[in-house]
């Protein structure tokens, strides 16, 4: 099997280890096969690929979308972060509940989380660059965020207090409390 997956505390949200093939000029992987990822549960129509490049202490999220709903499927390509997940579902037993998971560039691994759940991740190294495969195009109009310090997430972020970089988007972006005060919360609400 070209893929492992590693269960997680939600078991929406995957870890995935690609099968490396190391040899004396370095290694050689299969980061996406879709007919090895349909068995496993993972997404196997990703119509968008974005990639991010950011310093030593930049944080970007939490970020999701809700139309078109876009799952991410998150890999560090240079460097080394820390990548994180939220449910975000209204009704879910582990509302408000995050997975996290260091990437490096040096060890594949990648870090599945669906459309319900807010995403981001922090720099860990000089240079890092983190590759977003996506199960929906982008939307600006239905995209929001939560702040990645809300106290009611208790998420273990690897930076000091008051030290993150942060976007002027993301340095604005509301709680989760706001979040499931909103009416498009209603979308992934669990039923």
Not at 4 to 14: A, G, H, K, L, Y
Not at 55 to 79: E, I, N, S
Not at 84 to 96: F, K, N
Request: with cysteine; aromatic share 10%.
């Amino acid at each position: 099997m070209p893929f492992t997956v590693e269960p997680t505390s939600i078991p929406e949200v995957r870890i995935v280890r690609p099968r490396v093939f190391p040899d004396e000029r370095g290694w050689f992987t299969e980061v996406l096969r879709t007919d090895a990822f349909e068995p496993l549960g993972l997404p196997t129509r990703l119509v968008q690929v974005n990639q991010s490049r950011s310093a030593r202490g930049v944080v970007r999220g939490l970020h999701f979308q809700w139309d078109p709903p876009q799952g991410k499927l998150m890999r560090v390509v240079t460097g080394r972060a820390f990548m994180v997940a939220v449910d975000i579902r209204p009704g879910s037993p582990t509302l408000g509940h995050h997975v996290a998971v260091e990437g490096s560039a040096d060890e594949p691994v990648l870090f599945w989380a669906p459309a319900s759940f807010a995403r981001g991740f922090c720099a860990l190294s000089d240079v890092t660059e983190v590759e977003y495969f996506c199960t929906g195009t982008y939307n600006a109009a239905c995209e929001s965020g939560i702040r990645f310090d809300d106290p009611a997430l208790g998420i273990p972020w690897p930076v000091a207090p008051g030290t993150a970089q942060l976007s002027a988007k993301d340095a604005g972006a509301g709680t989760l409390a706001d979040w499931l005060a909103r009416p498009e919360s209603a979308v992934f609400a669990i039923r």
